[in-house]
Protein backbone atom coordinates (compact mmCIF):
# COMPACT_ATOMS: atom_id res chain seq x y z
CA UNK A 1 0.00 0.00 0.00
CA UNK A 2 2.84 2.41 -1.14
CA UNK A 3 1.29 5.97 -0.80
CA UNK A 4 -1.81 5.25 1.11
CA UNK A 5 -0.15 6.77 4.15
CA UNK A 6 -0.88 10.31 2.73
CA UNK A 7 -3.55 9.66 0.66
CA UNK A 8 -6.91 8.65 2.66
CA UNK A 9 -9.14 8.29 -0.70
CA UNK A 10 -6.34 5.32 -1.39
CA UNK A 11 -6.95 4.07 2.00
CA UNK A 12 -10.51 3.87 1.62
CA UNK A 13 -10.10 2.69 -2.15
CA UNK A 14 -7.70 -0.57 -0.52
CA UNK A 15 -9.74 -1.05 2.33
CA UNK A 16 -13.20 -1.76 0.10
CA UNK A 17 -11.15 -3.86 -1.58
CA UNK A 18 -9.78 -5.86 0.74
CA UNK A 19 -12.86 -6.23 2.75
CA UNK A 20 -15.15 -7.43 -0.56
CA UNK A 21 -12.10 -10.19 -1.49
CA UNK A 22 -12.76 -11.12 2.22
CA UNK A 23 -16.96 -11.06 1.46
CA UNK A 24 -16.32 -12.79 -1.94
CA UNK A 25 -15.43 -16.37 -0.61
CA UNK A 26 -16.33 -18.41 -3.77
CA UNK A 27 -14.13 -15.82 -5.82
CA UNK A 28 -17.15 -15.59 -7.82
CA UNK A 29 -16.56 -11.09 -8.51
CA UNK A 30 -19.89 -11.09 -6.25
CA UNK A 31 -20.60 -11.15 -2.78
CA UNK A 32 -24.16 -12.67 -1.98
CA UNK A 33 -26.51 -13.28 0.45
CA UNK A 34 -25.34 -16.24 1.95
CA UNK A 35 -21.65 -15.07 1.70
CA UNK A 36 -22.39 -11.49 4.13
CA UNK A 37 -24.68 -13.96 5.99
CA UNK A 38 -21.47 -15.79 6.91
CA UNK A 39 -19.01 -13.87 7.58
CA UNK A 40 -21.32 -11.39 9.54
CA UNK A 41 -22.16 -15.07 12.13
CA UNK A 42 -18.56 -15.61 12.02
CA UNK A 43 -17.66 -12.31 13.59
CA UNK A 44 -20.72 -11.48 16.18
CA UNK A 45 -22.28 -15.55 16.44
CA UNK A 46 -25.34 -13.70 15.41
CA UNK A 47 -27.88 -14.59 12.80
CA UNK A 48 -28.54 -10.80 11.21
CA UNK A 49 -31.03 -12.26 8.41
CA UNK A 50 -32.74 -8.78 8.43
CA UNK A 51 -29.82 -6.97 8.71
CA UNK A 52 -28.83 -8.64 5.39
CA UNK A 53 -32.13 -7.50 3.66
CA UNK A 54 -31.81 -3.82 4.44
CA UNK A 55 -27.92 -4.36 3.49
CA UNK A 56 -28.98 -6.08 -0.07
CA UNK A 57 -31.73 -3.20 -0.73
CA UNK A 58 -29.34 -0.79 0.13
CA UNK A 59 -26.23 -2.41 -1.72
CA UNK A 60 -27.98 -3.91 -4.83
CA UNK A 61 -27.93 -0.94 -7.40
CA UNK A 62 -28.75 -3.33 -10.08
CA UNK A 63 -30.99 -5.80 -8.25
CA UNK A 64 -29.75 -8.30 -9.11
CA UNK A 65 -29.10 -10.31 -6.10
CA UNK A 66 -25.56 -9.76 -5.24
CA UNK A 67 -23.50 -7.00 -4.69
CA UNK A 68 -20.52 -6.56 -6.80
CA UNK A 69 -16.84 -4.42 -6.14
CA UNK A 70 -18.66 -1.67 -7.90
CA UNK A 71 -21.52 -1.53 -6.29
CA UNK A 72 -19.78 -1.99 -2.93
CA UNK A 73 -17.21 0.57 -3.66
CA UNK A 74 -20.00 3.66 -4.92
CA UNK A 75 -21.06 3.00 -1.28
CA UNK A 76 -17.98 3.80 0.67
CA UNK A 77 -16.72 6.61 -1.86
Partial sequence: MRGCANNPKEELEQAVKQAF???DR???GHVSPAE???ALSERTGRSHKGLI???F???DA???GM???AEL???AM
Fill in 53 to 55: GLM
Fill in 36 to 38: LQA
Fill in 73 to 75: ASL
Fill in 26 to 28: NQD
Fill in 67 to 69: VSM
Fill in 21 to 23: VEL
Fill in 62 to 64: DKD
Fill in 57 to 59: ETL
